[in-house]
C-alpha cells in the first residue's frame, strides 16, 4: 500500500476536529460509571453538567472544551507500507495548520521564550509526532490527540532510588494527586510511568493517562499496581472539579518500562475529564475513524 | 444555599451577601481575562481602555472566529467555543485586579488561593466556579463579543461578552474568609494517611 500524502494531510485535519468534539465511548461509560457511584451533592450535580456538555457539544456541533491543547499525532505503521517518511510529517503538519485555520480553532502554541502565537496550533517540535511499527498487513493507524494544559500542568518526574521501593512509587502518586488538585479538572485519568530513562519515563506517564478507559497494562506487575492505585485515588474525596466527592479519576493507568539497577523513576501525568482522542485507520480498503 | 442573578456591574453589598455554597447566575456583563493579559496589564504596564469596575472577569481564551461587523458582532469577532481555564496560574493578579481596577467577581476552575482569599476579604469579592472543560455548554450563555481590548494578545485578549443568564456558578470563596477549597484540601489531607495505608506505603 502507497500512502497518499493529499489524503493524510486530510485525515490529519479532521482528526483533530472530531478528537475536539465528540468524546470517546470509554470516556462516556466512564461517567456513567462515577455517576452511579458518587454519593457526594456537588459531585453529583457537577458530573450531570459535564455529561450535559458532551450532548451539547454534540448537538451544536462545537467543541468539549475551549482548550484545544497542544496537538499529538501518533502513527502507527504496520507491514507492507511505502511512504516518504519526511513528507508524511509534513502532510500531518499541514493537516494540523489547515483545522486551525479553516475550522477555526484557538491556536494554543506559542514559541516557549518570546511567546508568540504563530495562529497555526503548530510551531518548533509541536505538533508532536510519535512513529511506532506493528505487524499488521497494509495497515496505518494515526491517532489524535489535543491534550489540554490544565492536565499538562500536571506533570511530575522524581528520580527515586532503588531504596525508596515500591511504597515511595505509591506515594509520589498520592501526594501529586493531592498536590493537583482540582487544577487539573478532576475525574481526570492519572497516567503513571514507572522504570525506563527519566524521558522514557514521562512519555509512558502520557501513554497511560492517553489510553482508553478499561485498558490494563500489558505488564501483570503494572495492571497490579495500577488497581491498587485506582481504588487508593478514590479514597481522597478530591472529587469533581476538586470540590469534594468521590470521583477523583476515572482510573489510574500504569506503564512500566525496563530500568537501571541504581534507578527508581516515577513519573506522572494527568488526563482531564475531557479526554479527547480520535483514530483514524487506513488500509487499502479505505479510512474508518473511531476512538 | 441562596440564588443569587446579579446583573452586572454590581456593587459591593451585592457581592458581600454571597456565601459559600450558594448559586450565581450573571446577566449582561462579563469580561475575559487570561495570561499573557494580566501580565501585559500589571507587569508591562500596559493600559486598558475597557472599564472592569465593579464587574466580573472570567479566566479564559476563547475560540471565535472574524466576522464582518454587525450589532451581533460590534467588534468583528463571533464566539465558537468560550470555556474557562484554571485559576491558580494567575493567583498573584487578584489582588491588583480588585485594587486597582474595582473587580469584584473571579469566574474561573480549580479555585484561588490565600492572597486572593484576603483580597476578596478586603476589597469585597468572591470567586465563582464554573464547570471547567464544559464549554460547549458555557458558550450558550455567551449572546456577543460586544468589545475587546490589547487585541494583539489573540487569543488571551480582554474580551468583552454580553452574556444571557451565565450560570449556575458555584459560589467557592467569599468576601467572609469561606474556600471551598480549602474546606476540601482539609479533609484530603486527613484522608492521605487511610490511602497510603490501603497501598502498604504509609509514611
Known sequence: MQLDLAEIEEIAKLLYIRALKLLPDDIKDGFMRLQRAETDPTGRSLLATMVENIAVAERDDNLLCQDTGIPIYNITIGRDVAFDGTALKEAIRRGCERATREHPLRSSVVHPITRKNEHTSCGIRVPVLHFDFDDRPETVEIEMIPKGSGSENGSFLRMLVPADGVAAVKRFVIDRVIEAGGKVCPPTIVGVGVGGTSDLCMHLAKIAATRALGSVCTDPEGAKLEAELSAAVNMLGIGPQGLGGDSTAFAVHVETAATHITMNPVAVNIQCHSARRARA??????????? | MTHHVLHMPCDEAAVRRLRVGDTVTLEDWLFGIRDATQIAMFDKGRNVRLDLRGHAVVHTAPNVKRVAPSPDAPVGYAPLCVGTTTSMR?????????????????????????????????????????????????????????????????????????VRGFGPLLVAMDSHGGSLYATVGERVADRRAAALAVLGATD
Open chain 1, 281 to 291: 485507520t487506513i488500509t487499502p480498503g479505505g479510512v474508518a475513524f473511531g476512538f
Open chain 2, 90 to 162: 494567575m493567583e498573584r493578579f487578584t489582588e491588583p485586579l480588585m485594587r486597582d481596577h474595582g473587580v469584584r467577581l473571579i469566574i474561573g476552575k480549580g479555585g484561588l488561593g490565600p492572597a486572593s482569599a484576603e483580597a476578596f476579604r478586603r476589597y469585597g469579592g468572591a470567586y465563582l466556579a464554573v464547570v471547567g472543560g464544559a464549554a460547549a455548554l458555557e458558550t450558550t450563555w455567551i449572546a456577543a463579543i460586544e468589545d475587546v481590548d490589547l487585541d494583539d494578545l489573540n487569543p488571551e485578549s480582554l474580551w468583552k461578552f454580553r
